[in-house]
């Protein structure tokens, strides 16, 4: 059953499409991977597909609604979470309290009322669980190394109950052994969540992909598996090399 569809999108802005008449469907509990040279309009589809950027032309669906120009803190309440390259996170607040406020988000004021005061169980602890962090509870999040403060975000947005989570170039910055976890956290995720990756270190990509979308100046160049994105002509001359 497809969560998200993208149906000849455009963007234009002056003269410029940075996304231009683009079509992608992204199954339920799908983990897409979303490449291209920079300039190719990847991280404007998540703009598009988190209402950030309004289109100027074609459709989106997601969970069946036509959402195309819906406001975006709408579809955040709708299930679309958005993971930027920078973490936004709560540095001056410890690991836990992160996780109350984003889940705190989803109720009203008397839940937001109950923020610190929830003990770490049930839903909470299956997300720390998830991404290694149960022993960091109580560490301040600025205290975080820059990997873990990206787990920090994928936590928040689970704690929101993301349907779809959107990342933008997640690993970036990442040392080796992080980039390895994050790829353990995605395979995680996968099945019970959908997402879709922005990302430019094709062995991550090559970890966690089951589809993999090529974009080229706002189009849609190329669609497959990431075998046969790696063995696509047009993608070894525009974006991988020879």
């Not at 032309?57 to 920078?86: C, N, P």
């Not at 353990?184 to 990509?205: A, N, P, W």
């Amino acid at each position: 059953m497809s969560l998200l569809e993208i149906r000849n999108l455009t963007v234009q802005f002056g003269g410029l499409k940075a996304v231009n008449d683009l079509s992608i469907t992204i199954e339920e509990g799908e983990l897409r991977c979303l490449l291209g040279p920079n300039g190719a309009g990847k991280s404007t589809t998540l703009d598009l597909i988190c209402g950030k950027t309004d289109p100027t032309s074609g459709q989106i669906l997601f969970d069946g609604r036509d959402i195309t120009h819906l406001l975006e803190y709408r579809r955040a309440q709708g299930g679309i979470g958005r993971k930027f390259q920078v973490p936004s996170i709560f540095k001056n607040l410890t690991v836990l309290e992160n996780l109350e406020v984003a889940n705190s988000a989803r109720g009203g004021v008397l839940q937001t009322l109950r923020v610190f005061t929830t003990p770490i169980r049930g839903r909470m602890k299956e997300i720390l669980d998830l991404v290694g962090m149960v022993d960091l509870v109580d560490v301040r999040a600025g205290n975080l190394s820059h990997g873990q403060m990206q787990w920090l975000e994928i936590a928040m947005l689970l704690a929101q109950n993301s349907k779809l989570i959107l990342m933008d170039e997640p690993t970036a910055g990442m040392t080796i052994n992080e980039t390895l976890r994050t790829a353990e956290i995605f395979q995680r995720l996968k099945g019970d969540h959908t997402l879709i990756v922005v990302e430019h270190d094709m062995q991550f990509v090559r970890e966690v992909a089951e589809r993999v979308t090529v974009m080229n100046r706002g189009s849609l160049l190329a669609d497959g598996s990431i075998s046969e994105i790696e063995n696509d002509p047009q993608v070894k001359a525009v974006y991988l090399g020879h």
